[in-house]
């Protein structure tokens, strides 16, 4: 199995979030190609162009995003 060093742990789960994400909008945003058989090429093209955008968008806003929740939420520390 493929380890990635913790180090880049901030990445992997850029990565992989962005990808699910990006690929549930996709789908979404296909839907209409359903009744046409192309839903398949159109998700898989709309997927890729929107991961290979959200990647560093996720990667840049995840940090202000765990402060952000650190924030609103309580503490029982």
């Given amino acids: 199995?493929?380890?990635?060093?913790?180090?880049?742990?901030?990445?992997?789960?850029?990565?992989?979030?962005?990808?699910?994400?990006?690929?549930v909008a996709a789908a979404i945003a296909s839907a209409p190609f359903l009744s046409e058989s192309a839903f398949m090429s159109h998700w898989l093209r709309s997927w890729l162009v929107a991961w290979a955008i959200m990647i560093p968008v996720v990667i840049a806003a995840a940090p202000a995003i765990r402060r952000l929740v650190y924030v609103v939420t309580a503490g029982t520390e």
């Avoid at 880049?8 to 990808?19: D, E, K, L, T």
């Fill in 1 to 23: 199995m493929l380890r990635i060093p913790r180090r880049y742990a901030h990445f992997v789960f850029g990565i992989i979030q962005s990808g699910l994400t990006s690929g």
